[in-house]
């Protein structure tokens, strides 16, 4: 997938996956949104626990990095047995938290993420400079596999959901 060049692209990037993922939940019977089978064993609830987590740690580097300060751990991805753990950890922690709850925290974090990426400055989003705690790469890059692209990762597995178990109405939850 390409990369988001200016603030502008990356804000209508994120909005645009966001809005196919909406679409993709839109389109399940929530009565379904704890069945697990969704992708492996997660339900809607853990994909949701799942986006809603990885966009609050990237929230959390992004603004420590905007205050001048280095957050406290390196960039997700490059250990795939920690990103493992970090899922598993997630999971754990929110296996008893009620769906509407999640779907609260999800709304929150999405706006969350709007207005982070509003206030940041170029430089921090763009200039692959800005913190040696990237180790050369660009904000951009962070922002990105944490909101839209991830967002994609998930649409097929909704909405091959979604076909096997669809709203009342379309968008009628």
């Known amino acids: 997938m390409d990369v988001p060049q ?55 580097w992004i603004q420590t990095l905007a205050a001048g300060e280095t957050p406290d751990r390196q960039s997700p991805g490059q250990d795939w047995p920690e990103v493992d753990r970090i899922n598993a950890d997630l999971y754990e922690k929110y296996r008893a938290v009620s769906m509407p709850e999640i779907e609260s925290g999800f709304h929150a974090s999405f706006a969350e993420v709007k207005a982070t990426i509003e206030a940041a400055s170029d430089a921090l989003l763009f200039d692959e400079n800005y913190s040696a705690w990237n180790n050369g790469v660009a904000c951009v890059y962070l922002v990105a596999a944490n909101t839209g692209w991830h967002y994609a990762d998930h649409v097929e597995a909704l909405e091959h959901w979604a076909d096997l178990h669809p709203a009342a109405s379309e968008g009628g939850r």
């Open 6 to 60: 200016s603030k502008q692209e990356l804000q209508a990037f994120i909005a645009y996956e966001h809005d196919r993922l909406q679409r993709a939940l839109d389109r399940i019977d929530p009565a379904f949104f704890t069945t697990p089978g969704v992708e492996s064993d997660w339900s809607v609830k853990d994909v949701l626990v799942h986006i809603t987590g990885w966009e609050q740690m990237m929230l959390g």
